[in-house]
């Protein structure tokens, strides 16, 4: 049985792994003006996101993302509901590997699986990718954050590695996880 809440999201993709842009009657000036304009939007959107999403750590502000996204490595997914963005993915490719910089559904909409189909399509499309080849993901996450870590291990992640007080906000341990996306690796085997 299909979820409601799902028939009613639909995803976007910015960044390295977005679609590109048919060019059908369109001059070049003019899709760079149109993504210009559509990644600027999506940077608004998803810094409100990260401030309701992120209340017990200082937020990533719409400048750092957009940093990241001239920096030509980052990919952005977006979950929509109503033409209103609920969530996000960033991730930052550098072959072979990608790294889940952040995750968030607004806190308005967690619990209804759509952080699951999130990181679920973003898997889908780095390991799809046929121009940049990726053969891990991997993230950190907070050791006391039980349900992130629940999410990513349905996912197929795996826990590799400890980084001592990562989070400078509180000084926590940060988990090291990683999820194999090549076809021929051991995905059962970190590396």
Not at 169 to 190: A, F, K, N, T, V
Request: with cysteine.
């Amino acid at each position: 049985m299909t979820d409601p809440e799902f028939e009613r999201v639909t995803l976007q993709f910015f960044g390295v792994h977005a679609p590109r842009p048919s060019v059908a009657g369109r001059s070049a000036a003019q899709i760079v003006h149109e993504n210009v304009l559509a990644q600027k939007a999506m940077v608004r959107e998803v810094a409100e996101v990260e401030a309701a999403s992120f209340i017990d750590q200082p937020p990533w502000q719409a400048g750092d993302l957009q940093a990241l996204l001239d920096e030509g490595t980052a990919t952005v997914v977006l979950v929509r509901r109503a033409e209103r963005c609920i969530g996000y993915a960033l991730t930052r490719t550098i072959p072979p590997e990608a790294e889940l910089l952040r995750i968030a559904i607004h806190p308005e909409f967690q619990g209804k699986g759509l952080g699951k189909l999130l990181l679920n399509e973003l898997i889908a499309a780095l390991r799809s990718e046929l121009v940049t080849p990726v053969e891990d993901l991997f993230l950190e996450v907070a050791s006391s954050n039980d349900s992130a870590s629940r999410l990513y291990r349905r996912c197929g992640f795996v826990e590799v590695g400890k980084r001592p007080g990562y989070y400078a906000h509180s000084s926590e341990d940060g988990i090291i996880m990683q999820h194999r996306l090549c076809s021929g690796c051991d995905h059962d085997q970190p590396v």
